[in-house]
């Protein structure tokens, strides 16, 4: 049976806002916040308070924790429908995993985060209510070490932790909340560079309120750089990061023809840069340790974007010329080869980078990817199923298992791995998507649907969702399978009345 509707879900939601990201910088999150906070702020407020509401005071009232959360995770859609992510395992895990370890040491009373991966090569991370931390794949480009990473993604947590978005609406007090998804969304799709949409809704009635817009989100900048540089120090990470990068964005930028939109309301001054610094020095001086693992994504990272492999690899070869040990280069040209499709060369780099490292989940990760690349498969999976067997339901060796199992053309086992994935990580669009096109390869019409249909509910699609499930609901209709069909009920039920509060 011919399956029906999107037969591309993906060209669906990526068709959305094309090119949106060509513009954009890191503090387009700030910049996210900061026109929101710009938006509802009165003309003549002060400077803001350094110190954080209590839980119950003005804030907490007029925009509770809960309806954050809620915001968040509309949110969260909007990034899935609108933006393109990166789907790769291992950069994902990384990202995940690191900012989970940096969220320990920040001030958030909730340490729960929804990390979005943005495919862009421009530097960018955003912070937005809920938990919701975005990050461009072009700010690891950016910085040149895991501590100047690290102390872009701290100033974001410090948005969060601070509630900069409640202090916000608590200093303008007339908003109207139920809005705040869609103009969270519209600010989003502005401060990215594109979607004269976007703009236009936030263009008109509060064009004045922008206008005040600097000294607020200078305000609020300030406190988020102090704070995340006392979250870098908790973690053990250099001080002296925070001002490292800030110059570095600044001299990238000086001489642009062209700046962005970001630079000219929200400039890095010479003062920010000096608070930075100033701050850091009343830290001992000491050597930190830089991290292999961050390299490694890097460098996976600079291959990712990389124009053409071959040349790539060239770069790598210069580099390992005058560094025969360099890890990190070896790493890239090994990936850079399997890429051009020179996998002989690429797997004896992947055995001397990681043949000995066998409990590392990320070379185990990183060496199973170099052998699916260079189709090695059985020796893929013989790794990935024993690790998997120490490591149960872990993402990065799960997703790698099902690409290796479909390539092998082992459908129904593939299917089986990103199903129990889409237990464990429900929330992960990426796992739907490949589970419906495995269950499609294996002939599981019925499962394409209901992947297809969560997979369309992540990107608030509910309509679509709805549709497919509806399909779904033929084909079990009529069959000795009631739960299945008392299941896809209750599921179409839910989803109407989501998708009946979403149009209200
Ligand atoms: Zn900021």
Redesign the pocket.
Known sequence: MPIQADANPRAYCRCAFPAVLNQCLW?A??LT??ILLAITTPAAQAELPDALPELGDASSSIISPQLERKIGRDFLKQINAGLPTIEDPLLKHYTLRHMTKLAQHSELDDKLLSVALIDSDQINAF?APGGVIGINLGLMLAAEDVHEYSAVLA??L??LSQRHFARGIEEQRSQALPNLAGLLAAVMIGALGGGEAGIAAISTAQAAAQANQLRY?RG??QE??RIGLNTLVNADMDPNAMGRMFERMQRQYRFSRRPPEFLLTHPLTESRIADARGQAQRYPSIAYDDSEEFHLMRVRAQVYYAQSPQNIAKQFRRTLRSEPNNRVAQYGLALALAEAGEATEALVIADQLFGNQPDLLLSVAAYADLLIKSEKIDQALRLLSHQLVLNPDNRPLAMLYADGLAKAEEYDQAQAVLARQSVVNANDADVWYNLAEVAGQAGDILAVHQARAEYFVLHGSYQRAIQHLEYARRLVRGKANQPELARLEQRIIDLRTRLRAARS
């Open positions: 503090m999150a700030c916040l900061a912070a100033h974001e410090a948005h989100s609020r900048e988020a750089d």
